[in-house]
């Protein structure tokens, strides 16, 4: 995850969006799903191509994210360690349903604005997607 340069591997969504539109004429679209996709619609066809794009398109203001890892931690934002501890509650027998909820809904206060995801020099956050959950 960490031994390689990401900036040279990182090929943004404008440079992909330029390569297939040398095959297809694509035309913004007004599709959106419950993710941070932007889509795209190939002209005279029903099909929308989705690029997600952290790093050339940021879509943090729009994000309403939030994961459960597998070590029971509600993880709030990819680029970011936030989180709050769900095992420990979960596993007291005291914890209500409201509670957890009440738990959930306020730690939305310290769910960060936005990611800082940089192609240069290391990654700050070194996780598998496979521990992530999502």
Do not use: Q
């Amino acid at each position: 995850i960490v031994e390689h340069n990401r900036a040279l591997a990182f090929c943004s969504s404008d440079e992909i969006r330029d390569h297939i539109e040398t095959k297809f004429l694509l035309e913004p679209s007004s599709m959106r799903s419950n993710g941070p996709a932007r889509y795209w619609k190939i002209d005279g066809s029903n099909t929308h191509i989705g690029f997600i794009s952290p790093h050339s398109n940021n879509f943090c203001g729009d994000c309403n994210r939030i994961r459960v890892t597998v070590e029971g931690r509600l993880l709030l934002c990819l680029g970011n360690e936030h989180s709050v501890d769900l095992r420990g509650p979960l596993r007291e027998r005291a914890a209500s349903a409201a509670d957890i909820a009440a738990l959930v809904r306020n730690s939305m206060s310290i769910k960060p604005e936005r990611h800082y995801f940089s192609l240069h020099g290391e990654p700050e956050i070194v996780r598998f997607m496979n521990a992530t959950g999502g």
